[in-house]
């Protein structure tokens, strides 16, 4: 039982290139989200799903598609990279919102945008 | 709009001290609020507190809510060097969740 993956840990980016970061649950939650952290700010949301089929923007979703074809991926796809996306994303997962136990995170991806 | 402030930013103490960290909140249609322990790399949940005055503990942690005065504490005793980490707060309104900035404790032997 791996919990939240994502993939890769670290990343650089020039300005304008195109990546997607990873984000697999093996705990069949329906609940997934994620999320940017930057210094002073706390974590904010970009997207979330509340399962398959199904996505909603967040706080910050500009600059950032995402989609959920299966209950296991939610990959977080960057359209055209930008120095303010420099951050670290955590991508987490519930079995639903609200969940009595919170949520369970991903261990992070370090980008930097150059 | 919704906001989560936490207070204070930085906190610095020696072993042994207890400490408490501080969480106010707006946000419509408040369901609950969680604490978590952020260290190295990703956030631990904590607690989650959706009743006023119902004191939540785990060993030497323990946290309180009050929806009248809308803020939340999350009590350390005995702290140790291994409590040192960011402490963030979140509200979960609708289907969302709005964290703090988070209080970094920084724990001295």
């Known amino acids: 039982n791996a919990g939240v993956t994502q993939t890769p840990k670290f990343q650089v980016l020039k300005t304008g290139q195109s990546m997607t970061l990873q984000c697999a649950q093996d705990?069949?939650?329906?609940?997934m989200s994620w999320y940017r952290q930057d210094p002073g700010m706390g974590l904010r949301l970009i997207h979330y799903?509340?399962?398959?089929?199904?996505?909603d923007q967040g706080e910050v979703p500009n600059g950032y598609n995402v989609s959920r074809s299966t209950t296991e991926d939610f990959p977080l796809r960057l359209l055209s990279a930008a120095p303010s996306q420099t951050s670290v994303y955590f991508c987490?997962?519930?079995?639903?919102?609200?969940?009595?136990?919170?949520?369970?995170f991903g261990s992070g991806t370090r980008l930097t945008v150059v | 709009e919704d906001k989560v402030v936490q207070s204070p930013l930085s906190l610095v103490v020696h072993e042994g001290d207890t400490v408490t960290l501080n969480c106010s909140y707006e946000?419509?249609?408040?369901?609950?609020l969680l604490w978590y322990k952020q260290e190295k790399k990703a956030p631990t949940f904590l607690f989650m507190l959706?009743?006023?005055?119902i004191e939540k503990k785990s060993g030497r942690l323990s946290s309180i809510l009050d929806k009248k005065e809308l803020f939340s504490i999350l009590n350390i005793t005995a702290t140790q060097t291994g409590d040192s980490a960011i402490y963030l707060c979140?509200?979960?309104?609708?289907?969302?969740?709005?964290f703090g900035a988070g209080t970094r404790l920084t724990v001295k032997p």
């Open positions: 987490a997962s519930s079995y639903s919102f609200g969940w009595v136990y919170g949520y369970t």
């Open positions: 705990m069949n939650h329906e609940y």
């Open positions: 799903s509340v399962g398959a089929g199904i996505t």
């Open positions: 946000v419509t249609n408040f369901r609950s």
């Open positions: 959706t009743s006023s005055g």
């Open positions: 979140a509200v979960e309104p609708e289907n969302d969740m709005r």
